[in-house]
């Protein structure tokens, strides 16, 4: 064999072992990872569960291991519905329980499947924002696992806290005009009562809650509001029996209303608690405590 055809041979050998180590390279990046062939497991056997249910959307799956077996917390949209459900899935037994938590909730703890923590910011049934709050949905049943009747859990609120420099809204825009029917300082914050010309008057109207730095205060806008006693507005109220304001504010801002509440220090939490009185009039309740 001559120079040259050796020069070739060698040539077309390091050609062919190159073609075949980047057709190798390529088949093992192709090959799914140890979590992926999980993931994908866990999914058809989410389908075999979900199967003869039509008209179905999996936004999300979380899979835990549970005392007795393996479990799946499983976001799920039905066709028609213009929310999504969290439903807790039994790989065990095959069988699927409906959680009375509202669409919006965030998961915040999987402790087992009898005991699991949300954030949410719609209040059930209504789904009307709400601001947020801890849902803790612990089971009391293994009876009525698609809650036809009163379902399998029961929840229970915990208010949260949130920075005194963190926006925050919650209420809804039902389309009618509301009324402040009184503000009411107490010892950690204060109370709003509200009433509505016409329409729903059994929620508060949209608000957001926003904290002015320069000012030092916590601003609360409502939204298309009017205030049922004039003699307030632009007047400063002094509030000498409470630890965390010193002073509440009405102002007009073209069609909405801004409650200014002074902050005397801007070290501070707050929440807001809402809800109905026995005539159907909505309150807010803003209330205050010291960030530790």
Do not use: W
């Amino acid at each position: 064999m001559s120079t040259v055809q050796k020069i070739l041979v060698g040539i077309l050998c390091v050609f062919i072992i190159g073609m075949f180590a980047n057709s190798y390279g390529v088949n093992l990046g192709e090959q799914p990872t140890a979590t992926e062939r999980y993931e994908k497991m866990i999914k058809q056997d989410i389908r075999e569960i979900y199967e003869g249910i039509s008209n179905y959307k999996i936004i999300d799956i979380e899979e835990f291991k549970g005392g007795s077996s393996k479990f799946a917390l499983v976001k799920v949209k039905y066709k028609g519905d213009d929310d999504y459900l969290y439903e807790l899935v039994n790989f065990g037994d095959k069988t699927r329980e409906v959680l009375p938590i509202p669409s919006g909730s965030a998961i915040e703890e999987i402790r087992n499947e009898n005991y699991l923590r949300f954030v949410s910011y719609k209040e059930p049934p209504s789904n009307i924002n709400t601001f947020p709050y801890i849902a803790e949905c612990i089971r009391i049943s293994n009876e009525d696992p698609l809650g036809k009747e009163k379902g399998n859990f029961i929840v229970i609120k915990e208010d949260i806290y949130v920075d005194i420099k963190q926006t925050a809204e919650y209420g809804t825009d039902n389309g009618n005009t509301s009324e402040i029917m009184n503000i009411i300082p107490t010892l950690n914050g204060i109370q709003i009562l509200y009433k509505y010309d016409t329409g729903d008057s059994s929620h508060c109207p949209e608000t957001m809650v926003d904290y002015d730095n320069e000012k030092n205060r916590l601003e609360i806008e409502i939204k298309n509001c009017k205030i049922n006693y004039d003699n307030i507005i632009e007047k400063e109220i002094a509030v000498k029996t409470s630890p965390y304001i010193d002073s509440i504010k009405v102002e007009k801002n073209d069609d909405n209303c801004i409650i200014a509440v002074g902050i005397k220090n801007d070290l501070l939490q707050y929440t807001v608690k809402t809800g109905t009185l026995d005539n159907n009039s909505p309150y807010s309740v803003l209330v205050f405590k010291n960030d530790k």
